[in-house]
Each structure stands twice: as structure tokens, then as C-alpha cells.
């Protein structure tokens, strides 16, 4: 056997008369009279095979075994070839990280030599944080003892761009996370609850440091490392943009349905207009936005009058800062900045086959608006953050180094005049084609306001190198388009529009054997449709389903080593179709898993893998015999959604309880990526260590380790959480319920000492949580409009109601507490800010006496330091925000899924700011760590948990 260059090869096809088989067969030539040439298209490279005379006659003996044999070969020396150039291409890169890191060193040396200092984060005082109690020193767990150190590396998000400015990021991301419409600063209602036993959670923890260590050169660069001007940063210098109205979304199979907690009235979209400063690019853009009415100092009373969403507020200003001339100037962004470092979470709950392996060896799958690209092996991440919405589907091009990813958006979002580019802003459904290596984005299509609808489906043909790619999108005829996406600049050529029709689609592939041959299958459905490239055209023949009953849904697809077409239906059947049969099918395997096949996977030694509804995985050899390998998953990690395997042969499975296992059927399954499956809004961060705490509305609480970057344990809770805090001392985590229950549990043992409820005639969800400093008291502010004050004793394993504080008009939302623990401050969601004294349970209505209290925290979306965050048109419902204790750093989640960084106190409307992508809905908490070295940030309705390092 022998590589043939392609140009000689094209050379013979017209020397003498040829036939072709299956790949293509170049019969014998006058240059090479004894030999034949087979060859096949993976672009950019084509490589030939030469036969002997004596194998083409075997050849011609057993024409389709043998043509099988060397499609299968074909196929494996072409995965080789992919995998050389991806190779070399990251050698490249990274020769050129190498140089790209010493050239900005030699820079920062000479800045710091110019400056002759260098900016720090101050560390906070431990002194404010301690009650003389023990600390914990270390809560790691057996599983993530390694220690190893990780590392990530991320691009910045990309806006929708003309195509010169396609490899220049931006960011911005909002949208539902398909559950319920974005909470707001309206009155909350009290949710429906369910019941439950409270029960450690089984995971086996795979932490990613157990792992191999990283090598030195695996040291992967962000997009931002490929461009000028921008030292590496994602961030752009922006004031808060208005947020969008997040549209109601169908709730998904299985989902139970919740009184939502408020609602968003219909907001006009307000535009803000562009700065002076910048250069156009995203990384120096200043924006300004446009408000009725800027906050007004008064200076003979020391207060800050704001006017937020037409309601008037006095916010009395500390003393210190009444003498300061620039109270209502705009401030300039921070000197500090975040870069992403890890993502947590992955997302299987309502999405299927988006979990890939590429030819660098790294696994590939989205959550919120990120796509992650992790090397389990080396613990590594990195993120494509060009998108600004909820991801929901995602392909890879036949060359495993290309992928496509598909965005929703807002549907009311109409095609912009004059074809001209969307803004970083604008949340249009569009399609973006990129590189797995640079990170670069090649391609956006349907930018300009093709699609009203997210996607479904997605699919790069295979027998052309992937010229095609398919796209199916959700609309009420679920239309199906099919794009050159090469052509056309870098928005691609349309090429073919049809319907296929009102029934639901769950899949879509190209055959990876047969010329222009698409399979889709769906609601009592498979589709056999036919690409005419000559006519433009689609045709299409439904698959007859002669003899077995028609399913209610075809769920999922594959294709085996020798192209037969393998479905799976919500009777539980396996169906091969046959690539001989056409249209009808061939074998049956029935009830293979009772309740249906959710996914079908070929492993690369021919072996086919299911799972079902009834959370087994099961090996099945070509012909559908079962191979005796079985595996059953626990119900913590439910059923499998999208399967894929690693170079070593191990199976990686994302399931929909959006987690991913790694392992095969003889050793079992491990958790490889562990996240929540609902909405999170209770985050907390440990005062010593470096760990942080999460809570769901699924049930689990989960201890993480922003080292390890795993989680510690998980435990299932009696009801879903909406807040937690951590005690002074670290060794005690007090968690508030959606049911009017509150624990305290011991972060040790994961025991749970104490066990309260508020109020025994209502249920009324808890919207906050929070220990006094010296931890001697608690505050649990309720939607019943009232705070619950409790006395901490015996080491906080009792707790004694020492009373309520009344006083709000509607829902309390968030908490603080004075550095002494003699005051308390609380907003609501009728806009109030109240200051309260705990010991006797009263209001001091005179708030001006509190103008000089110092506040240990900075929880509460309403007060003078971030009255700059809001305006009339900055409907940032949802906001959590915190500040760096001595940096004065202000962090700010909006309901437009950005994360912000202010300099603090922030008072004007006009103050500049980095802003983060990332999420792709409300940002319900944002919290730095007790050191404010990194920031952490849960999603609400993404269910995603991101870590920021500041910088």
C-alpha cells in the first residue's frame, strides 16, 4: 500500500476507462498498468490506495465485503491524517504562546520599570471573620487529594460582526434557560414544593486533578492572544446595557411545574449610543447609556438622590465620601479584570448529541452561552465564548478540528435594514462556525435575521469533505436549510429551504458513506432525504415501517462501520435500516429498553452502544446480538443523552441530569463533569478556604474546591434551596429552603445539627440567608415580607428565635450586616432599603444614622455604592453584587447574563465598566472568594456555575 500524490491521481482517472465502486476505484492506467487506485475526499488532503493485480481479483470475488473493508480503512488512514494536522497546528500554536508570553512579559517589565509599582489585590482581614471558634483547615475529600495544578485558557466572546472584524471578541449573552421567564424585582409567590428524605448523594468523583499532570507545553492560549491591542483580555469597557425581555419557553419533558416568583413586564429595547473613547474595536468600545435622569448629590443633608424605574431614592452617603467633589462623575473601569477559568456544569437536561470528542484529544459540550473544550486527562479547559445566547445544538466537522454551534435569540429580533451586522447587544438566532484550535471564529450564518427560531438539528455532510452543512430550526414547520457555509464571505450561501413539517425532529445526520444522502428522524418518523447540488434541490422518501407498529417518536441515530442506519424509538425498539435497504427496514430488535432508546453510539471496534429510559447502557455487536456488556446508572445520574468516546477507547456519557460519566462496562463509571439540573440561585463562598458552596432547586447542595476545581461531596436536601451561608468559621453552613425551612449543617460530617422553620402556618419561600460576623446571631428574610432573627448557641448546633423584623411592603430580597453585628440592612422587591437594629427588632427610621456604619458585606442591590448600576432603562431585575473589601471592586450580575466589574462606590449612571459573557440569562449570585482572587457566578436558570480569576 502505497500514498499517492492527488495530483498524479487525477492525472490517471482520465488515462484509460474507469470504473468506481463505493469510495471511488481508479482502474489500471499506463503509468502503472499492474495497479489500481482508491481513493476518497477528506479535505484538504486526498490519499489513493494501489492493489495488485492478485487483490483486485480477490477484489472482484467479494466486491462488497472487500469494498466494506477498505471504505473502513479508508476511513481510519483519513482520522490519522486529521490527527497529524492537528498535531502540527498545535505545535505552531504553541511555539507561538511561547513567544506571544515572552513578548508580554518583556512589556510588563517594562511598565512596571516606568510605574515603579504594581497593582495588588488586598487580601481581606481575617480579624472580622473570626469568633475565636476553630477553623477548618481543610475539607478535601480522598478523591480530590492529588492537589495537582490546573490551568485553563478562554477566548472572548465574539458579537455578531461584518467579516472583518469576525476574529476581533466582544461579549453579551442573554436568554431562558427553557424553564420559566426571568424573575424579577416584582413581588415573589410562594412555590409548589416536594417532599423528600435527606440523603447523602452517591457520586463517584472523578475529580479531573487525579488525572495525568499537565506537561509543561500544554499550555493553551485564548482567541485574545491572537489579536493586538488587547493583552489578553475579554472584557470591554461598557456601561450596563438594558436588559431584554427573556421570552416564555415550554417547560421541559419531566419538568415539574413551579408558581413562578414574579414576572417581567414587556420592555421597550433602548439602544445605547457609543462613546467617544475606543477605536470601534470591542476591547476599547466605550458606551454610554441613555437615561432620563442622573443621581443628583445634595450636599447640605450628605444624601444621593437616584431615581430607579420612576421611583425616587435617598441613599445617604458616609461622610468621607460628602467631601469627595466627584460623587456623580462617571468613574472608570477598574484596574482589575476577570478572565474565565473554569465552568461548571454541562448541559443534558433538554439537549441531545452535544458531546463530541476532536482530534486534539480534548471532549467538547456547551451550558449557557459557553462551549467548553476540556482535556480530561490534563484537568485543562478552554472556552468559545463567541456566542451571546443560549446554546443549543452543536456538530463537528469530519475533519474533528471545525465545529458548528447553534444559538437561540429573540424571535422579535427582525432582519436588520441593508443586511448590515447586529450588535454586541442584539440576540439573533444565528449558526457560528469555528476553529477548535485557535479558537477563532470563521463563519457566522444566518446573522442577519434567517431564523426566527433556535435550532434542533445541526450536521456537516461527510462524502465532501463537509462542504454542506444542514441546519433544522425550531419553528412551527421546523424548516430545514442547507448551507455552503464556505461561500459567500463569512456568511455562507443558502442553498436549499423546506419544511419538515410540524411534527418535533430530534436528529439529523448526513451519511457518511453514501453521496448526498440526509437522514432525519422524529415525532412516528424517519426521512431519507436526497441533496440534487446540480437542481438545488431536496427531495425526500419516508422510511416504511412495513413490518413493526409505527413508534410515537424516532429519538436518536447512528451509523455503523459498514453504513447501515441504526434508529432508536420511544417503544424501546432498535431498528437497522440497512444502506442496501434503502427506505425499509432490515432487523429489529424490540423492546432492547423498555420506556425508549434516548441514544445510539458506534464505538470504533464496530461495537453499537444504547441507552434508554431505563437508565441501562447496553452493547450490541453489527448484527444487533446483544454482546453481554451491560451497565445501569444510578438515579442520581439519570439517563444517558449523548454518548462519545476518547482515543483510549473509554466511554464518556452526558446524561440528563446534566452530568458526564467517563468509563467502559468492565470497570463502571465515574463522574467527569458534575453539575445542577435546575435553577441556582444560593451561592455562598468559604471565609478561609478556598471553597465554595452551591445549592439548587433540584435538591443538592455541593461543596466545590476552586483548587481542585471539583466538587468536594453533594448531598441530596429535603427541598430545593434558594440560599445558603457559611458561618464565621467556616465549619458550619446554614441553608435556606424554597418551603419555609431552614438547617444548619456541619461541612465535615455533612451532618445536620439543626433543623428550623419560620412560620408553621405558611411555607413561604426563604430569599436570604446570612450569619452576623460574630456569629453570634442569623437573619432569614422571607417573601412574607419579614426577617426572622435567631440567636446562635452551644456552637451553633441551637438556635433560639429571638423574633421578626416587620416593616417591608412586599417580598425581602437580600441582607447585610454591620462589621460590629449591632445593624442589619435589607431591600425588597418594591424597591426599599430599610436599616434595622436586631437586638430590639425595630427600624431606625432616621437612616441617616447609619451613613457611617461599616458593612461587611455589600449583598444589597439598593444602596448608595451601587446606585450607578441602575436607571429607568437598565432593567437589571436580578441584580447580586458584592465588593473586594479594601480594592474597592464592585461585581454585578445583570438579567441580561453579564457579569460586570465597577469600580466601587459607583453613583453615576455614566460609570465605565468591564462587562463578561458567559451566561445566557439572569446571573442570580456573583460572590468573590474571602482573599478576592477569584469571583464566582451562578446562572439561576442556565444552571451553570462559573469561576473567574481576577487579574
Known amino acids: 500500500m502505497q500514498l499517492v500524490l492527488s495530483a498524479l491521481a487525477f492525472g490517471l482517472t482520465s488515462s484509460k476507462k474507469t470504473r468506481t465502486l463505493g469510495a471511488g476505484i481508479i482502474r489500471p492506467s499506463r503509468f502503472f498498468p499492474d495497479s489500481i487506485f482508491i481513493f476518497n475526499f477528506f479535505q484538504p488532503i486526498n490519499f489513493f490506495f494501489i492493489l495488485t493485480d492478485e487483490q483486485m481479483s480477490s477484489l472482484d470475488g467479494e466486491p462488497n465485503g472487500r469494498i466494506d473493508e477498505l471504505e473502513k480503512r479508508i476511513r481510519h488512514q483519513g482520522d490519522e491524517i486529521v490527527l497529524l494536522r492537528s498535531v502540527i497546528a498545535e505545535l505552531v500554536r504553541r511555539v507561538g504562546d511561547l513567544e506571544n508570553a515572552a513578548s508580554r512579559t518583556r512589556d510588563n517589565r517594562s511598565s512596571h520599570t516606568l510605574s515603579g509599582s504594581t497593582l495588588t489585590l488586598p487580601t481581606k482581614s481575617s480579624a472580622t471573620r473570626s469568633t475565636g471558634r476553630p477553623s477548618i483547615t481543610s475539607l478535601s475529600s480522598p478523591l480530590n487529594s492529588s492537589g495537582g495544578k490546573l490551568s485553563s485558557h478562554h477566548m472572548s466572546s465574539e458579537s455578531l460582526q461584518s467579516s472583518s472584524t469576525l476574529n476581533r471578541q466582544s461579549v453579551g449573552s442573554t436568554s431562558s434557560y427553557g424553564l420559566r421567564n426571568s424573575p424579577s424585582m416584582d413581588r415573589l409567590a410562594t412555590p409548589r414544593t416536594s417532599g423528600g428524605s435527606t440523603t447523602a448523594r452517591t457520586?463517584?468523583?472523578?475529580?479531573?486533578?487525579?488525572?495525568?499532570?499537565?506537561?509543561?507545553?500544554?499550555?493553551?492560549?485564548?482567541?485574545?492572544?491572537?489579536?493586538?491591542?488587547?493583552?489578553?483580555?475579554?472584557?470591554?469597557?461598557?456601561?450596563?446595557?438594558?436588559?431584554?425581555?427573556?421570552?416564555?419557553?415550554?417547560?421541559?419533558?419531566?419538568?415539574?411545574?413551579?408558581?413562578?416568583?414574579?414576572?417581567?413586564?414587556?420592555?421597550?429595547?433602548?439602544?445605547?449610543?457609543?462613546?467617544?473613547?475606543?477605536?470601534?474595536?470591542?476591547?476599547?468600545?466605550?458606551?454610554?447609556?441613555?437615561?432620563?435622569?442622573?443621581?443628583?448629590?445634595?450636599?447640605?443633608?450628605?444624601?444621593?438622590?437616584?431615581?430607579?424605574?420612576?421611583?425616587?431614592?435617598?441613599?445617604?452617603?458616609?461622610?468621607?465620601?460628602?467631601?469627595?467633589?466627584?460623587?456623580?462623575?462617571?468613574?472608570?473601569?477598574?484596574?482589575?479584570?476577570?478572565?474565565?477559568?473554569?465552568?461548571?456544569?454541562?448541559?443534558?437536561?433538554?439537549?441531545?448529541?452535544?458531546?463530541?470528542?476532536?482530534?486534539?484529544?480534548?471532549?467538547?459540550?456547551?451550558?449557557?452561552?459557553?462551549?467548553?473544550?476540556?482535556?480530561?486527562?490534563?484537568?485543562?479547559?478552554?472556552?468559545?465564548?463567541?456566542?451571546?445566547?443560549?446554546?443549543?445544538?452543536?456538530?463537528?466537522?469530519?475533519?474533528?478540528?471545525?465545529?458548528?454551534?447553534?444559538?437561540?435569540?429573540n424571535p422579535e429580533k427582525k432582519k436588520r435594514p441593508g443586511g448590515s451586522s447586529p450588535g454586541p447587544d442584539e440576540k439573533l438566532v444565528h449558526i457560528r462556525v469555528w476553529d477548535s484550535v485557535s479558537l477563532n471564529t470563521l463563519h457566522v450564518i444566518g446573522g442577519n435575521g434567517d431564523f426566527d427560531r433556535g435550532f434542533c438539528c445541526l450536521a456537516f455532510s461527510k462524502m465532501d469533505g463537509g462542504a454542506l452543512l444542514v441546519a433544522i430550526d425550531e419553528a412551527q414547520d421546523h424548516v430545514l436549510t442547507l448551507w455552503d457555509w464556505q461561500k459567500a464571505g463569512t456568511r455562507g450561501d443558502r442553498i436549499a429551504v423546506t419544511n419538515c413539517g410540524p411534527d418535533a425532529v430530534f436528529a439529523c445526520e448526513f451519511h457518511p458513506s453514501v453521496p448526498n444522502l440526509l437522514i432525519t428522524c422524529g415525532k412516528s418518523n424517519v426521512t431519507f432525504w436526497t441533496v440534487d447540488g446540480t437542481l438545488l434541490t431536496l427531495s425526500k422518501v419516508a422510511g416504511s415501517f412495513e413490518r413493526v407498529e409505527r413508534p410515537k417518536f424516532v429519538l436518536c441515530l447512528c451509523f455503523t462501520e459498514n453504513g447501515d442506519i441504526i434508529t432508536g424509538d420511544s417503544s424501546g425498539n432498535i431498528i437497522s435500516?440497512?444502506?442496501?435497504?434503502?427506505?425499509?427496514?432490515?432487523?429489529?430488535?424490540?423492546?432492547?429498553?423498555?420506556?425508549?432508546?434516548?441514544?445510539?453510539?458506534?464505538?470504533?471496534?464496530?461495537?453499537?452502544?444504547?441507552?434508554?429510559?431505563?437508565?441501562?447502557?447496553?452493547?450490541?455487536?453489527?448484527?444487533?446480538?446483544?454482546?453481554?456488556?451491560?451497565?445501569?446508572?444510578?438515579?442520581?445520574?439519570?439517563?444517558?443523552?449523548?454518548?462519545?468516546?476518547?482515543?483510549?477507547?473509554?466511554?464518556?456519557?452526558?446524561?440528563?441530569?446534566?452530568?458526564?460519566?467517563?468509563?467502559?462496562?468492565?470497570?463502571?463509571?465515574?463522574?467527569?463533569?458534575?453539575?445542577?439540573?435546575?435553577?441556582?440561585?444560593?451561592?455562598?463562598?468559604?471565609?478561609?478556604?478556598h471553597q465554595f458552596a452551591t445549592a439548587s432547586y433540584d435538591h443538592f447542595l455541593t461543596l466545590w474546591s476552586t483548587s481542585e476545581k471539583s466538587p468536594i461531596w453533594s448531598m441530596e436536601m429535603q427541598d430545593g434551596v434558594h440560599a445558603v451561608a457559611f458561618h464565621p468559621d467556616g465549619d458550619l453552613i446554614a441553608v435556606a429552603t424554597i418551603s419555609g425551612r431552614w438547617f444548619v449543617l456541619d461541612t465535615l460530617t455533612k451532618e445536620i445539627i439543626s433543623s428550623q422553620t419560620v412560620n408553621g402556618d405558611t411555607q413561604d419561600l426563604l430569599s436570604s440567608i446570612k450569619y452576623s460576623p460574630d456569629g453570634r446571631f442569623i437573619a432569614v428574610a422571607s417573601v412574607d415580607r419579614s426577617i426572622y432573627i435567631y440567636q446562635i448557641l452551644e456552637g451553633?448546633?441551637?438556635?433560639?428565635?429571638?423574633?421578626?423584623?416587620?416593616?417591608?411592603?412586599?417580598?425581602?430580597?437580600?441582607?447585610?450586616?454591620?462589621?460590629?453585628?449591632?445593624?442589619?440592612?435589607?431591600?425588597?422587591?418594591?424597591?426599599?432599603?430599610?436599616?434595622?437594629?436586631?437586638?430590639?427588632?425595630?427600624?431606625?427610621?432616621?437612616?441617616?444614622?447609619?451613613?457611617?456604619?461599616?458593612?461587611?458585606?455589600?449583598?444589597?442591590?439598593?444602596?448608595?455604592?451601587?446606585?450607578?448600576?441602575?436607571?429607568?432603562?437598565?432593567?437589571?431585575?436580578?441584580?447580586?453584587?458584592?465588593?473586594?473589601?479594601?480594592?474597592?471592586?464592585?461585581?454585578?450580575?445583570?438579567?441580561?447574563?453579564?457579569?460586570?466589574?465597577?469600580?466601587?462606590?459607583?453613583?453615576?449612571l455614566k460609570s465605565l465598566c468591564h462587562s463578561y459573557n458567559g451566561h445566557s440569562n439572569h446571573v442570580s449570585t456573583v460572590r468573590f472568594m474571602h482573599d478576592d482572587s477569584r469571583l464566582i457566578s451562578a446562572g439561576g436558570r442556565d444552571a451553570s456555575v462559573l469561576q473567574w480569576i481576577v487579574i
Not at 242 to 257: E, I, K, V
Not at 584 to 609: E, Q, W
Not at 831 to 850: D, G, R
Open 203 to 409: 457520586f463517584v468523583t472523578s475529580s479531573p486533578s487525579t488525572a495525568a499532570k499537565p506537561t509543561p507545553m500544554r499550555k493553551w492560549t485564548s482567541n485574545s492572544d491572537f489579536q493586538s491591542g488587547t493583552n489578553g483580555s475579554s472584557a470591554s469597557h461598557t456601561l450596563p446595557s438594558p436588559g431584554h425581555h427573556a421570552n416564555h419557553s415550554t417547560l421541559p419533558s419531566g419538568t415539574t411545574q413551579r408558581r413562578q416568583y414574579g414576572s417581567q413586564a414587556h420592555l421597550n429595547d433602548v439602544q445605547p449610543y457609543a462613546g467617544a473613547a475606543g477605536n470601534g474595536s470591542p476591547a476599547g468600545l466605550s458606551t454610554y447609556r441613555a437615561a432620563h435622569k442622573e443621581s443628583v448629590f445634595n450636599p447640605d443633608d450628605g444624601y444621593l438622590h437616584v431615581t430607579i424605574r420612576g421611583k425616587g431614592m435617598n441613599f445617604h452617603v458616609p461622610s468621607v465620601d460628602c467631601l469627595s467633589n466627584s460623587l456623580t462623575q462617571p468613574n472608570p473601569p477598574p484596574s482589575q479584570r476577570l478572565k474565565l477559568e473554569w465552568v461548571y456544569g454541562y448541559r443534558g437536561r433538554d439537549c441531545r448529541s452535544n458531546l463530541h470528542q476532536i482530534a486534539t484529544g480534548d471532549t467538547v459540550y456547551f451550558i449557557a452561552s459557553v462551549v467548553v473544550l476540556v482535556n480530561l486527562e490534563e484537568s485543562v479547559q478552554r472556552h468559545y465564548l463567541g456566542h451571546t445566547d443560549d446554546i443549543r445544538c452543536l456538530t463537528v466537522h469530519p475533519n474533528k478540528m471545525t465545529i458548528a454551534s447553534g444559538q437561540t435569540g
Open 796 to 908: 451553633g448546633t441551637k438556635c433560639m428565635k429571638l423574633g421578626k423584623c416587620v416593616g417591608h411592603s412586599s417580598a425581602v430580597l437580600c441582607l447585610d450586616w454591620s462589621t460590629d453585628s449591632q445593624y442589619l440592612r435589607s431591600n425588597s422587591d418594591n424597591f426599599e432599603l430599610i436599616y434595622w437594629n436586631p437586638s430590639t427588632l425595630k427600624q431606625i427610621v432616621n437612616a441617616a444614622m447609619c451613613r457611617d456604619v461599616e458593612w461587611d458585606s455589600c449583598n444589597c442591590i439598593l444602596e448608595y455604592g451601587v446606585a450607578g448600576v441602575w436607571s429607568e432603562t437598565v432593567q437589571a431585575l436580578s441584580v447580586d453584587c458584592t465588593h473586594s473589601s479594601g480594592s474597592r471592586v464592585l461585581a454585578v450580575g445583570d438579567d441580561g447574563g453579564k457579569v460586570k466589574l465597577f469600580s466601587y462606590p459607583a453613583m453615576s
Open 577 to 689: 435500516w440497512g444502506r442496501a435497504a434503502g427506505n425499509r427496514v432490515r432487523n429489529i430488535v424490540t423492546n432492547a429498553h423498555p420506556g425508549g432508546v434516548f441514544v445510539l453510539f458506534c464505538c470504533s471496534d464496530g461495537t453499537l452502544v444504547s441507552g434508554g429510559k431505563d437508565k441501562r447502557l447496553v452493547g450490541w455487536d453489527q448484527d444487533l446480538n446483544r454482546t453481554g456488556m451491560e451497565y445501569e446508572l444510578t438515579d442520581n445520574y439519570g439517563t444517558a443523552r449523548a454518548i462519545a468516546q476518547t482515543r483510549d477507547s473509554t466511554l464518556l456519557v452526558g446524561t440528563n441530569r446534566n452530568c458526564v460519566l467517563q468509563g467502559d462496562f468492565i470497570s463502571g463509571f465515574s463522574v467527569a463533569v458534575q453539575g445542577h439540573f435546575d435553577e441556582i440561585w444560593a451561592l455562598a463562598t468559604h471565609p478561609n478556604h
